[in-house]
């Protein structure tokens, strides 16, 4: 059974980083590309970083060049660097397999507020 478990969120400045962390049980971890999506109010989850088994990445456009995901095959973690930090990317973040685990699974995320 998978479990999806969100960390390292916060309040910070506009230009700032942040780093996520998300932690996965079941046995999933290393053999699907993981990915982080971000929800922010009134809007749908959109996929923002993904990165493969082979860690091959690839990033949304409104966050290329300033996001970085990275994953920890050993510890089952994947996180997300990110820098340069806009008020735009206020939401709560989630981490998940790609396409979503299909059960509809989602953990509980984690709240980034960017004060501009």
């Known amino acids: 059974q998978v479990q999806l478990v969100e960390s390292g969120g916060g309040l910070v400045q506009a230009g700032g980083s942040l780093r996520l962390s998300c932690a996965v049980s079941?046995?999933?971890?290393?053999?699907?590309?993981m990915g982080w999506y971000r929800q922010a109010p009134g809007k749908q989850r959109e996929l923002v970083a993904r990165?493969?088994?082979?860690?091959?990445?690839s990033y949304g456009d409104s966050v290329k060049g300033r996001f970085t995901i990275s994953r920890d095959n050993a510890e089952k973690t994947v996180y997300l660097q990110m820098n340069s930090l806009k008020a735009e990317d206020t939401a709560v973040y989630y981490c998940?397999?790609?396409?979503?685990?299909?059960?509809?699974?989602w953990g509980q995320g984690t709240q980034v507020t960017v004060s501009s």
């Open positions: 998940n397999t790609i396409p979503p685990v299909g059960s509809g699974y």
């Open positions: 990165i493969t088994t082979y860690e091959t990445t």
């Open positions: 079941g046995t999933i971890f290393s053999i699907r590309t």
